[in-house]
Structure formats: structure tokens, C-alpha cells
């Protein structure tokens, strides 16, 4: 459970429901109350475990649910997993109410639930991030979300991130309960690694020494090869996918296919797909 930024889909889902109370016996808190800045809206267990499961967790990754709630998430995600998980609250009951949850469901050693602000507290050190905020305040995270450290899966509860494309997205019905037969989708996004600006690259076909330039967006990526004496040669439609790369590009009227690694300032790669025709590239300063 966490709480919602009002938009018209929670005000149309909400008409005519039941407004139900959760939580225990210490603490009880009513269906679409307000929070600082957002609404309250349960997240369903059955939701909980299939956005983990599109963010692929796997032993040592480390989660981080944004407006934890209850702790739903976190506590799946330790349950499921056997993973160390952190929920990030501002409503202290709630935080409260999560830690108890946790010693419910006996993982209360691996579950960490922290009272503060999402802007302002640190989860920089997740590999999995869990968002269900709304479109406004996803907006708002998306800065600090793509200099995470590339490869960082992160996952949204129906709402997207403006202008950032999801990697993959999957609808899910999430069956009868008190708020009625809901149809979300959830979305997936992997934090890209940088790769913007110019580049030196060596092993490309019939050229030595090569300025490339990459032009990027969020994980896809346009670019140039300088070529002496020559027009330079453009491509289009690159994709990074974490510290995966891959672009296609043609000269003196052969096809292309670069798929490599990015590593910071490093990109290695083969072309083709033949293991004997290594490209390397370092970022130019």
C-alpha cells in the first residue's frame, strides 16, 4: 500500500466504492485518506509480486520501494527472494505499521523501513527501485533515477515516466477486491549507462583511429562516424539497455552490427557477431 498522487483514474476507480480501513490493531488508516501530498491506494500482494518479477530479482539485489506504505513490497521481496529490501515512508504510523508487518511474516531481518522524504533520503545503492507515486512525482524522480548506476531495474505501478519510454510494460489483472476487478499495467525501465558526446573508437572496418559522437535519449541514441577525407557516416536508432550497447551503421555499401559493453569511459565490442572483429572505444575528454 502506499499513497497515490489524485488523478482522475483513482477518482473514477474510487466512485462508488466502498472506502474500506486497513491495517492492525495500533494503527488504521481509510482508503484514499491524504498524505503530504498524495492520496492513499492499497497495492495488492498479487501486484507486488509481478512487478517483481518483471524487475527479473535475483539473490543479492537489493530493493527499494518509494512511498512504502504498509510494506508490501519490500516485505514479497524478502519473502519471495530471500533479499534485503527498504521501504522509504513519510507517515510514521505507517513505518510503524510495516515493521510489524515484517515481524508477521518473519523477515524482519531483512526488511528496513525508513521514515523520511523520497526526495530527500539516499537509495542510490538499489538495483531494483518500486515506484507506484504517480505520473507528476515519477516526473519529478527522473533526474535522480537515471544517474543511478546503470543496470538499476526500476518498475512503476501504472504510471509512466513522461518522455522515458518503458523497456517493457505488462497489463495484469488484478482479480475482485474492495476497490472492485482492476486492469493495471506496470512498466519497466533500465537505467541506462551515459554514453553521450564524443567517443574514439578503434577497430571499425577501413577506418584506424575514429571520432564517433553519440547524440542520446534516455536509452536510445543516434550518432556519426567521422571519416577522413570522407562525409561522415550517421546512424540511427542505437539502444542501451543497462551497460549493453548495440547500433548498426553502413560503409563503403557493407551492413554493420556493433553489440558491446559499456564500462564508464570504455566501450568493447565485436562486429557481426565474429569474436575476431573486436572494436574498442574510450570517451574523449
Not at 48 to 61: E, H, I, P, R
Not at 108 to 123: A, M, R, S, Y
Not at 134 to 158: A, C, D, H, Q, Y
Amino acid at each position: 500500500m502506499r499513497f497515490l498522487a489524485i488523478t482522475s483514474i483513482f477518482i473514477s476507480l474510487l466512485t462508488g466504492c466502498a472506502l474500506h480501513n486497513y491495517g492492525d490493531d495500533q494503527f488504521q488508516l481509510r482508503m484514499a485518506a491524504h498524505g503530504k501530498d498524495i492520496m492513499w491506494v492499497p497495492t495488492r500482494v498479487d501486484t507486488a509480486t509481478q512487478m517483481l518479477a518483471l524487475a527479473q530479482v535475483k539473490s543479492g539485489d537489493i530493493v527499494y520501494d518509494l512511498g512504502s506504505g504498509d510494506g508490501v513490497i519490500p516485505i514479497q521481496a524478502a519473502k519471495r527472494y530471500g533479499i534485503r529490501a527498504v521501504g522509504i515512508e513519510y507517515n510514521p504510523d505507517l513505518v510503524a505499521l510495516s515493521k510489524r508487518n515484517a515481524i508477521r511474516e518473519n523477515v524482519q531481518n531483512l526488511v528496513t523501513f525508513k521514515q523520511g522524504d523520497i526526495f530527500v533520503e539516499d537509495f542510490s545503492s538499489a538495483t531494483v527501485l518500486t515506484l507506484f507515486l504517480g505520473e507528476s512525482l515519477n516526473l519529478k524522480l527522473m533526474p535522480t533515477i537515471l544517474k543511478m548506476k546503470p543496470g538499476t531495474r526500476v518498475v512503476s505501478n501504472t504510471f509512466r515516466m513522461d518522455s522515458w519510454i518503458p523497456d517493457q510494460e505488462v497489463s495484469i489483472r488484478s482479480g475482485e477486491s474492495t476497490i472492485g476487478a482492476l486492469n493495471e499495467t506496470i512498466y519497466l525501465w533500465i537505467v541506462p549507462a551515459n554514453i553521450d558526446g564524443a567517443w574514439e573508437f578503434t577497430g571499425l572496418p577501413n577506418l584506424d583511429k575514429t571520432s564517433v559522437r553519440f547524440i542520446q535519449k534516455k536509452q536510445f541514441f543516434d550518432g556519426t562516424i567521422a571519416k577522413l577525407g570522407s562525409r561522415p557516416i550517421s546512424f540511427e536508432d542505437g539502444k542501451i539497455r543497462g551497460e549493453a550497447i548495440q547500433f548498426d551503421f553502413e560503409t563503403n555499401g557493407k551492413k554493420y552490427s556493433f553489440r558491446g559493453q559499456i564500462s564508464g569511459s570504455q566501450i568493447s565490442g565485436i562486429l557481426n557477431g565474429d569474436p575476431k572483429l573486436n572494436v574498442a572505444g574510450k570517451r574523449l575528454k
